[in-house]
């Protein structure tokens, strides 16, 4: 029998090709590629000086939004799970039973209350990212400083916000 040569065959290892980054797009032209986040100080307040709804007032707007977001929430943890409803509906007192019913049912409509501005807060924060907050969701006019100052989730300029509250009211007394 003749000899048989086994052959080594060299195996090449495919290296992967490095994978490019896409370049980052440019959203809107207040936001540029090289600038980092605006920072704004603590003691910030919007002015009528500066362009209505530039980069500072939406960052203020939307730290002030988160902050008192958290505080509602923490205010309705407490409210629920440290024991500010206390149950008395054990007692033997027709009168304290209905007392405490009634406490009960006032709380639960405060954080109830609270939950909706929650959901108002959370619409508001998501019109800071679209670039639409501060301008009335019915006529595109700006809201106002002074206004969102007060009430920053509103979405509705004075005018278009009487109209809404008269159409709710006529449509209420069908």
């Given at each position: 029998?003749?000899?048989?040569?086994?052959?080594?065959?060299?195996?090449?290892?495919?290296?992967?090709?490095?994978?490019?980054?896409?370049?980052?797009?440019?959203?809107?032209?207040?936001?540029?590629?090289?600038?980092?986040?605006?920072?704004?100080?603590?003691?910030?307040i919007?002015?009528?000086?500066?362009?209505?709804?530039?980069?500072?007032?939406?960052?203020?707007?939307?730290?002030?939004?988160?902050e008192?977001?958290?505080?509602?929430?923490?205010?309705?943890?407490?409210?629920?799970?440290n024991?500010?409803?206390?149950?008395?509906?054990?007692?033997?007192?027709?009168?304290?039973?209905?007392?405490?019913?009634?406490?009960?049912?006032v709380?639960?409509?405060?954080?109830?209350?609270?939950?909706?501005?929650?959901?108002?807060?959370?619409?508001?924060?998501v019109?800071?990212?679209?670039?639409?907050y501060?301008?009335c969701?019915?006529?595109?006019?700006?809201?106002?400083?002074?206004?969102?100052?007060?009430?920053?989730?509103?979405?509705?300029?004075?005018?278009?916000?009487?109209?809404?509250e008269?159409?709710?009211?006529?449509?209420?007394?069908?």
């Amino acid at each position: 029998m003749p000899k048989t040569s086994k052959i080594k065959k060299k195996i090449k290892k495919i290296k992967p090709k490095p994978i490019s980054k896409p370049k980052p797009k440019v959203i809107s032209k207040q936001k540029e590629i090289n600038k980092g986040p605006i920072k704004i100080s603590k003691t910030y307040i919007p002015k009528d000086t500066e362009k209505y709804m530039c980069e500072k007032h939406r960052v203020f707007f939307k730290i002030k939004l988160q902050e008192w977001k958290k505080e509602l929430v923490k205010a309705n943890n407490e409210a629920l799970y440290n024991g500010s409803m206390d149950d008395n509906s054990i007692s033997a007192d027709i009168v304290d039973q209905a007392s405490s019913y009634t406490d009960k049912n006032v709380e639960m409509k405060a954080i109830n209350r609270q939950i909706k501005l929650i959901s108002e807060i959370d619409k508001a924060l998501v019109r800071i990212k679209d670039d639409t907050y501060g301008y009335c969701l019915d006529t595109a006019e700006p809201i106002g400083l002074k206004r969102l100052m007060a009430r920053p989730v509103a979405k509705y300029t004075i005018a278009a916000q009487e109209k809404h509250e008269k159409n709710e009211k006529v449509h209420a007394d069908d």
